[in-house]
Every structure is written in C-alpha cells, then in structure tokens.
C-alpha cells in the first residue's frame, strides 16, 4: 500500500510537539539535579556544623535517591502502557511543584536543624527524603518521556531526535549540578544563626537566603509542567495491561 506523502503541517506540527517535549525533559532533568546538589552543599555544611562525616551524608543521601530507580521501575513502565503518555508526564509535573515547595521549606529550615538521628541532624534528613521524592517523580515520568519521542517524529528522523534528546539531558544535568552547589552556598546559614539581612524590600522577607533557591526549583517545576501541557494527545498503548508483582521482584 502506498504511503500518503506528508504535508507540511504534519511536519510542523511534529516539529512542535518534539521540541515542548525536549523543553519538558530539560527542565524535568535540570530540577532534579538542582535539588539533588542543593541538598549535597547544604548536606556538606550541615555535616560539618554538626561533626558528621561527608562519606556517611553522601552514602545515605545516594540510596535515598537511587532506591526508587530499583524499585519503581517496573511501575514506571506499566504507568506508561496502561495511561496516555502525557497523562502521566502532567501529572508527574504537577507533582514536581508540590516536592519543589516542600524541598523549599525544609531548606528555609535549616539542613542542621532539629534534633540528630544516627549522627544527622533531623532537617538534613528531611531534605534527603526530598531528593527522593524526586528521584520518585524522575523514576515514573522517564519511560513516558523517552516513549513519546516515536510518537512525536517520524522514523526516519528517531536516530537524531535521540542523539538531541540525550545530549540536552547532559546539558540540564550539568547545568543543574552547577547551579545547585551555588544555591547551596547561598541558602546556607547555621541554625540559631540569622541571615544577614538583605537589601531593599528582601530585608523584610523571611528566610530570604532561601529564596533563590526556592524561586529556581518553583519557577523550573511551574514552567515545566504547563509546557507539559502542549504535549500531544495520544492514546495508551496498552489500557488493559495488568500490573504484575513479579516485576519489583525481578528488578530487585
């Protein structure tokens, strides 16, 4: 059977959806580090504040955050067969804003604040679990992320809408590490410490060290989630497909 050829607003219409998706990715990509790094610098100045070792913060902080790779993975891939690819990414976005605010408040509280359990102080704590929400998020929107790229360009053109779409993730994932660590220097104060008042109208907002850093991971998680919202309606693929506990299983 002969192929229909392609308009040009098929292709510009494609062409659009590739990008919005690649904005999602980035900006998916570059949240994510940028609250993992954050948590890193503040971690590494609660750490010494409080007399904990870096190696043990760093250790415990890596399998909070790679645990829901293991043992999410199998519901990830199941998520996007059973709904529509883009239910889930708007759905894991809009998500993404709630987990920036709370990483915020518990930033805005202090990394070395409250009590200290196994050696870390309760804040540091919280704001690992934070990292894991994300980790969380990442975990379930990645396999409807990279599943929609088919969906959003035509086959001849798959080999180099992937090479873009790993490249950008490197650039976000760079980009995030980077601007993390400097949010961390910024955000950072003691507790029973007071940070040093601001100019102009920020000296009358509290916790203003933390607004930087709460501005970028809110700002990124906002805009993120409403160009998810451009992303093309596609059926699921599989709206029947059965969950299945053997697949945790098999990951572990």
């Known amino acids: 059977m002969a192929e229909h050829?392609?308009?040009?607003?098929?292709?510009?219409?494609?062409s659009s959806a590739f990008r919005d998706l690649l904005v999602v990715r980035i900006l998916t990509v570059l949240n994510d580090n940028l609250a993992r790094w954050l948590v890193i610098g503040l971690g590494k100045h609660a750490a010494d504040q409080v007399g904990s070792s870096h190696a043990a913060v760093l250790?415990?902080?890596?399998i909070v955050y790679v645990?829901?790779?293991?043992?999410?993975?199998?519901?990830?891939g199941w998520l996007g067969d059973r709904l529509a690819k883009r239910t889930v990414v708007v759905a894991g976005k809009f998500g993404e804003i709630g987990i920036a605010i709370v990483t915020a408040a518990f930033a805005a509280w202090g990394a070395d604040a409250g009590p200290l359990i196994a050696g870390i102080p309760l804040g540091l704590w919280l704001l690992m679990g934070a990292t894991?929400?994300?980790?969380?998020?990442?975990?379930?929107?990645?396999?409807?992320?990279?599943?929609?790229?088919?969906?959003?360009?035509?086959?001849?053109?798959?080999?180099?809408?992937?090479?873009?779409?790993?490249?950008?993730?490197l650039a976000a994932t760079l980009v995030g590490m980077?601007?993390?660590?400097?949010?961390?220097?910024?955000?950072?104060?003691?507790?029973?410490?007071?940070p040093e008042p601001g100019e102009g109208w920020l000296a009358s907002v509290p916790f203003a060290n933390t607004l930087?850093?709460?501005?970028?991971?809110?700002?990124?998680?906002?805009?993120?989630?409403?160009v998810?919202?451009?992303?093309?309606?596609?059926?699921?693929?599989?709206?029947?497909?059965?969950?299945?506990?053997?697949?945790?299983?098999?990951?572990?």
């Not at 645990?67 to 990830?76: D, G, V």
């Open 5 to 14: 050829p392609r308009s040009s607003s098929d292709s510009a219409a494609e």
């Open 59 to 62: 250790t415990i902080g890596t």
């Open 67 to 76: 645990l829901p790779f293991i043992l999410l993975a199998w519901l990830s």
């Open 132 to 169: 894991g929400l994300f980790a969380v998020q990442t975990t379930l929107l990645n396999p409807s992320l990279i599943g929609t790229i088919p969906e959003t360009v035509p086959a001849e053109r798959l080999a180099s809408a992937n090479g873009v779409f790993a490249m950008a993730s």
């Open 178 to 194: 980077a601007a993390g660590n400097w949010l961390a220097d910024l955000t950072w104060v003691p507790a029973g410490q007071l």
């Open 212 to 226: 930087p850093a709460a501005s970028a991971l809110l700002g990124v998680a906002v805009v993120g989630w409403l």
């Open 228 to 252: 998810s919202l451009r992303l093309p309606r596609i059926p699921p693929a599989d709206p029947l497909a059965p969950a299945s506990l053997e697949h945790p299983c098999q990951d572990v």
